[in-house]
C-alpha cells in the first residue's frame, strides 16, 4: 500500500541530529536533542516546498532512551503508517542507541511502509554537519514506492533495522550490519539496490500486553579476563529473569560466569549469550541449546539479544 501523496512524516526523538554546542568546532560538547523535527528540516533547503509534516516526540540524548520512550515511538508509528496518505517515516534518533530501538521497533512494529531511521554523529552545529544530508537521504528513501521495513539511512548506506550495530565512537562512518552489508545506497538522490527489502515480520511481537514498569528485568554482562561470577549471582539476586552474555570470541564464556549461568538456570532466569566482537555474532550456536549449555541468538549483538530474550519472556508471560 503505497501511498500516492507521498507525504513523509519526520519524527523526532532527539540525538546529536538534534544537538548544538556552544562551540561550532566542537564534535562532543554539544547539548543532544536540543532541536525539535521542524528545525532540523529547515535547515535543509532541499527540503523546503516537500509534503513533509513534523512532530517531536522526544528530545532525548539516546543513552537515555528507555522502554516507555520505544512504545510510546512504536504507537507514533503505527498511527502515522496508517495513515492513506502518508507514503513513509523518517525517525530522526541519537546514534548511541540506535541499533537498539532499530531492532525493537523491527521486532514489533508492522511496517509495509518504510520506516527510516537517521541520525547524525556531528551536531547540527557543527562546521560540516552529517544530519542534513542524512535526513534529506532519508526522506527521499521513505518517499520511494515499493520500499518497507525498519531500515536505517546514514552515510548514504541503506541499513536493516534488524542488522544494525554502532562500530565506532566518533567517525562519521560509525555504523556497519556485521556480514550482512548494506541493503541499497543512496547516490545523487538514486537509489541503488543490493538486496530485497526486510520482510515484515508476519506476527510482530506484542509487548503491549504487559505494562512497561512489569516487563521482565533483562541484563547484560559481558564476559572478560577475571569477571566473577558474583556479578551474575547479583543481577539474579537484584531480580533479572533474563541475563545475556557477551562473550568472548564466538560467545565463548569463562568458566566462572559458566558456573553462574548454572546457577542461574537452576533458578529459573534464562541465559543466553553473544559475542562481544564488532562484527560477527555466534556460529553454532543453537537458540534451543540443552539444559546447563547456554543458547544464543546467532548473529544478534548483545543489545539486540537483549530485546530478543525480553521479547520471548513477555510472550511467555
Ligand atoms: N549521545 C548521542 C545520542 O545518542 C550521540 C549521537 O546521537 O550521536 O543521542
Redesign the pocket.
Known sequence: MQSSSGLVVVVGT????A?TAARAESHVGYT??ALGADALIAAVPALQGQALQTLTLAR????DMDHATWMALRACLAEQLARPEVAGVVVTH????LEESAYFLHRTLAAPKPVVLT???RPATAPSPDGPQNLLDAVTLARTPGVRGVLALLGGQVLAGAELRKLHGYRVEAFGTGDAGPLALIEDGALRCFRPWPEAPLHPADPAGTPVDSWPVVDIVTSHAGVRGATLDALVAAGAAGVVIAGTGNGSVHHALRDAAVRAQAAGVRVWRASRCLQGGVVGGAVDAPAGELPSYGSLTPVQARIELLLDLLAAA
Open positions: 532527539g540525538g546529536t541530529i544537538g543532544a536533542g532525548l540524548d539516546s543513552r541519537g546514534t548511541d542507541t541520525a547524525a554523529m
